[in-house]
């Protein structure tokens, strides 16, 4: 028993773990801050979590897709909600112990996803599939190498079927249907969100794949207008600096283009940037100074994101002239101090419209690009089939 106690801790010792943050940015930077001390890797894709930290109040829909998410994760499993950030560090030190308690574990009730999905509308609590997960990635070096930038997990979906494609064992099956060019391809209904890594939660891309295009994309947020709001207990005075925010735009953008190290730098430096301490300003300017060098000089991330969600040149609703990449320099020159942050937030019609004929793997580069914290809520924007 003894040895099976050891090893059982030893296993779970470095939990996996879903950040879901519905409240104030600054409490999901504390949770990422602590994450990052204990060294306990994120979760690639829903399916990989055995931690769930919900950081801040969900609203009804949100909460209701978590619901569903819980009940599909393998066990061990755990569920951790927080919502003042001096409270992240305390809640987290019972994770490993809730984990290794076999009969807790078992004592639990597993729920049905189908039934929990009836509670609410399909579309609001759905998507929670590997819809956004990640293959594994290898960690790259300071030369600038890196994995596989598209590597996305296994995107099925609880979205609606289309197309009298049918279902087996409750789960949508493909039907089929013309594309632009007349041809008859196969067609689903898929959703991306709105509880995924890396992804701004609450927000929900639904789609219809036909082959490994998207088409009739549309974005909205969940929850009407439950916009995160800043909070007195949790918030810093200089939580909306731009090099912050960059820093945390650039860190989420990494982490979909599949670079998790260049990604945990950026959040260090963001992290050391909020210090009250003068040294760790200055570490933290430093290193911010060098995961911006890094990125620039990557020859693998420009090869490999290049031309994904170009605007030709144009800018306007919010997003910034240019593709992916141009956009992540942006946050690097923003990061540095060289220049402000849109006040504008981005259009979702105008996103949608970008996402559009995309693969998933490059629509979710195209959200990432973008800076939506703060954005409006609660309107559906889209394109529909031409």
Same mark, same amino acid.
């Given at each position: 028993?003894?040895?099976?106690?050891?090893?059982?801790?030893?296993?779970?010792?470095?939990?996996?773990?879903?950040?879901?943050?519905?409240?104030?940015?600054?409490?999901?930077?504390?949770?990422?801050?602590?994450?990052?001390?204990?060294?306990?890797?994120?979760?690639?894709?829903?399916?990989?979590?055995?931690?769930?930290?919900?950081?801040?109040?969900?609203?009804?829909?949100?909460?209701?897709?978590?619901?569903?998410?819980?009940?599909?994760?393998?066990?061990?499993?755990?569920?951790?909600?927080?919502?003042?950030?001096?409270?992240?560090?305390?809640?987290?030190?019972?994770?490993?112990?809730?984990?290794?308690?076999?009969?807790?574990?078992?004592?639990?009730?597993?729920?049905?996803?189908?039934?929990?999905?009836?509670?609410?509308?399909?579309?609001?609590?759905?998507?929670?599939?590997?819809?956004?997960?990640?293959?594994?990635?290898?960690?790259?070096?300071?030369?600038?190498?890196?994995?596989?930038?598209?590597?996305?997990?296994?995107?099925?979906?609880?979205?609606?079927?289309?197309?009298?494609?049918?279902?087996?064992?409750?789960?949508?099956?493909?039907?089929?249907?013309?594309?632009?060019?007349?041809?008859?391809?196969?067609?689903?209904?898929?959703?991306?969100?709105?509880?995924?890594?890396?992804?701004?939660?609450?927000?929900?891309?639904?789609?219809?794949?036909?082959?490994?295009?998207?088409?009739?994309?549309?974005?909205?947020?969940?929850?009407?207008?439950?916009?995160?709001?800043?909070?007195?207990?949790? $918030?810093?005075?200089? %939580? #909306?600096? @731009?090099?912050?925010?960059? !820093? =945390?735009?650039?860190? &989420?953008?990494?982490? /979909? *283009? +599949?670079?998790?190290?260049?990604?945990?730098?950026?959040?260090?430096?963001?992290?050391?940037?909020?210090?009250?301490?003068?040294?760790?300003?200055?570490?933290?300017?430093?290193?911010?100074?060098?995961?911006?060098?890094?990125?620039?000089?990557?020859?693998?991330?420009?090869?490999?994101?290049?031309?994904?969600?170009?605007?030709? $040149?144009?800018?306007? %609703? #919010?997003? @910034?002239?240019?593709?992916? !990449? =141009?956009?992540?320099? &942006?946050?690097?020159? /923003? *990061? +540095?101090?060289?220049?402000?942050?849109?006040?504008?937030?981005?259009?979702?019609?105008?996103?949608?419209?970008?996402?559009?004929?995309?693969?998933?793997?490059?629509?979710?580069?195209?959200?990432?690009?973008?800076?939506?914290?703060?954005?409006?809520?609660?309107?559906?924007?889209?394109?529909?089939?031409?």
């Amino acid at each position: 028993m003894d040895v099976r106690r050891r090893l059982t801790r030893w296993a779970l010792a470095r939990p996996h773990v879903l950040l879901v943050s519905p409240g104030p940015r600054a409490l999901r930077w504390a949770a990422e801050a602590e994450l990052d001390r204990r060294s306990w890797p994120e979760a690639g894709s829903p399916a990989d979590a055995d931690v769930v930290l919900v950081a801040g109040e969900p609203g009804p829909s949100t909460s209701a897709a978590v619901d569903v998410l819980m009940s599909q994760l393998p066990r061990p499993r755990v569920r951790i909600d927080v919502d003042r950030a001096d409270d992240v560090g305390r809640r987290l030190d019972g994770v490993v112990a809730a984990l290794a308690d076999v009969s807790g574990q078992l004592a639990e009730p597993s729920g049905d996803p189908q039934a929990l999905l009836r509670l609410g509308e399909p579309s609001e609590a759905g998507g929670q599939g590997d819809h956004g997960g990640h293959g594994d990635v290898s960690e790259h070096g300071d030369d600038g190498g890196h994995g596989d930038h598209g590597g996305h997990g296994d995107h099925g979906g609880h979205g609606e079927h289309a197309h009298h494609g049918g279902e087996v064992a409750g789960l949508p099956m493909a039907g089929t249907a013309p594309d632009r060019d007349g041809l008859e391809l196969d067609s689903l209904r898929v959703s991306l969100g709105p509880v995924l890594p890396a992804w701004p939660t609450g927000l929900v891309l639904s789609g219809t794949m036909q082959g490994d295009v998207l088409t009739g994309a549309r974005l909205r947020w969940i929850d009407g207008d439950r916009a995160p709001p800043p909070s007195p207990d949790d $918030g810093r005075p200089d %939580d #909306g600096r @731009p090099d912050v925010v960059a !820093l =945390d735009a650039l860190a &989420r953008f990494l982490r /979909v *283009a +599949g670079w998790p190290v260049a990604a945990r730098r950026a959040r260090a430096a963001r992290h050391a940037l909020l210090s009250a301490d003068e040294e760790s300003v200055r570490r933290g300017r430093a290193a911010a100074a060098r995961v911006t060098r890094t990125v620039r000089r990557s020859r693998f991330l420009r090869w490999s994101v290049r031309g994904i969600g170009d605007t030709h $040149g144009t800018a306007g %609703d #919010g997003i @910034p002239a240019g593709d992916v !990449l =141009d956009r992540a320099y &942006r946050w690097c020159a /923003v *990061a +540095g101090g060289g220049l402000p942050v849109a006040s504008a937030p981005a259009d979702l019609g105008a996103l949608a419209g970008m996402v559009e004929g995309q693969e998933l793997a490059a629509a979710r580069l195209i959200v990432a690009s973008v800076d939506l914290d703060g954005a409006a809520v609660g309107a559906e924007y889209g394109r529909a089939h031409d």
